[in-house]
């Protein structure tokens, strides 16, 4: 397997861009990841777009065509990942492989949702279709009804009080506040949190993920390209995997923890031979503060029922 | 980079299946692929799934951990590519990067899509999202207008008869005949299809590609995979590329070429090392006869206005 390498990295701010589409976000991170890598954006050979949503908020599918075209990239391999809320991640798991399989010396792959000039039932429909439309969606069910009864679940398993899962919507927002792309660059308190209005019981509104428009990408190149092109500071990705669990939150044997986290966490750190304590910076998918904390214990650094800790 | 051989193939009937979900159709494929490839289906490690519709036809997102738990594969990686019409090629180009990566040794492809079950307006509407929502489809135009504006152009330029273009559809029916997985398998005469309704001037009914139902599917996998379970017979990949072209039908250059097509052949063969004569079985996208007549020239199997021969 050839090494890849991450050589540029780029985003826009998350937040309500009213006065750019989708394909200008992704087009605007796209260019800034390539600037940040130095390179001659004719270098690319392919480009990997992450997309869910944007069929049934924008009608607009083929992004990966879309995108390229407009970042003046007319010709490349271009390709759309979807994989729900993972599918950024999906998409930088292709790139990596592309690279990795010798095929492609350098690609660019970016993640773009663009979901605030839609109305809420639209965005909150357009979720739901990560879930299984013809036995939950169907019902009405939404993904914060879903997670509110993981987070019943979990908190009647463990005798875990909710200020102590809630916590991590804390600890977010203090991340957050150095972070010039973030949405809400603020902290906030756990009584802030515990007051904010009921969305789904228990599930509190600053328990939840924001609705937002944005896009970040990355340029990932091969060891060939590196010679040819040679730099100081070098990023390695000396790990990358995914994994399903079963489809449903119903289906689950233990709603309270995620066991694709849990395999692709292994996998890949396996792959590059670390711990989770070697571990120095670490991202976890918290759209609700319940899932944050359930992560953490997949991940392992935390014992089952600790993770809020 | 690793070699990729296919061992196994799969494919439901293409037609009306009233009686069976999407999810349904794509397992059945990638059974009987599994099946064919003679293989325990859990050694698979991964699931590309290539559909372009599911999202704004059967409001179904994240079919590749769908497919994968209905598939009782619950547990390997799985991703959804989209990129149009292309989407199952695009789905089997990253299905053998990741084995060529090295990082996967039998990975599973399928390609689906579910049609009939929908009103022909909103059929209509999900194929146009492959084409620019914000500055085209908006307007109403559809994908069998804008070939017949194709059409047309390729018939002023090169002077050729629409009786001529039109031949592609006595050949494709032709082909069909003895396919049991084929929609219509039955021949049909130039005059039939000259007398078929006009769809779009001078497109004619039988010169587009019916609306559907159905899936086909095969397993890939590596060497290291084949040395543990050889087998007699093999087919290996030697060659696989794609490309874009720019986005939008009014954007090209020239309407009476596919710039993408024609990259992507040229770079696949220069990977296998063969010559367009040495193909023996070739399959073009022919949504229309126009684009098959168009594909055969940019595959350099006929010189300019010259496809139709």
Request: with cysteine; charged share 25%.
């Amino acid at each position: 397997m050839a090494r890849v390498f991450i050589i540029g990295a780029g985003a826009t701010r998350i937040g309500e861009h009213w006065d750019k589409s989708l394909r200008e976000l992704a087009t605007e991170a796209l260019l800034a990841a390539v600037r940040d890598a130095g390179v001659d954006k004719r270098d690319l050979e392919a480009v990997y777009v992450g997309n869910m949503s944007s069929g049934a908020l924008q009608g607009q599918e083929h992004l990966g065509s879309l995108i390229a075209t407009w970042a003046g990239l007319a010709g490349v391999a271009a390709f759309k990942v979807e994989a729900a809320c993972a599918s950024g991640g999906a998409a930088l798991h292709q790139a990596f492989l592309a690279v990795a399989s010798g095929c492609y010396d350098c690609v660019a792959v970016v993640g773009v949702e663009k979901m605030t000039d839609a109305l809420p039932h639209d965005v909150t429909a357009s979720l739901v279709t990560a879930e299984d439309q013809e036995y939950v969606a169907f019902t009405g069910a939404t993904f914060v009804g879903l997670n509110a009864l993981v987070y019943r679940a979990y908190m009647a398993k463990y005798g875990v009080k909710q200020e102590r899962v809630a916590e991590f919507a804390v600890h977010c927002h203090r991340m957050a506040v150095a972070n010039p792309y973030a949405q809400f660059r603020r902290e906030v308190s756990i009584e802030e949190v515990m007051s904010s209005p009921l969305i789904a019981d228990p599930i509190r509104l600053l328990e939840c993920a924001p609705v937002g428009d944005g896009a970040a990408a990355l340029v990932l190149c091969s060891e060939d390209y590196l010679r040819r092109n040679p730099r100081d500071e070098l990023v390695e990705i000396v790990g990358s995997a995914a994994a399903t669990d079963v489809f449903s939150v119903h289906e689950r044997r233990d709603m309270t923890t995620l066991a694709a986290s849990r395999r692709a966490a292994e996998a890949a750190l396996r792959q590059a031979r670390v711990e989770p304590r070697d571990v120095d910076v670490l991202e976890v998918h918290d759209a609700f503060t319940i899932l944050g904390v359930i992560t953490l214990e997949d991940l392992g650094y935390a014992g089952r029922g600790e993770g809020w800790r």
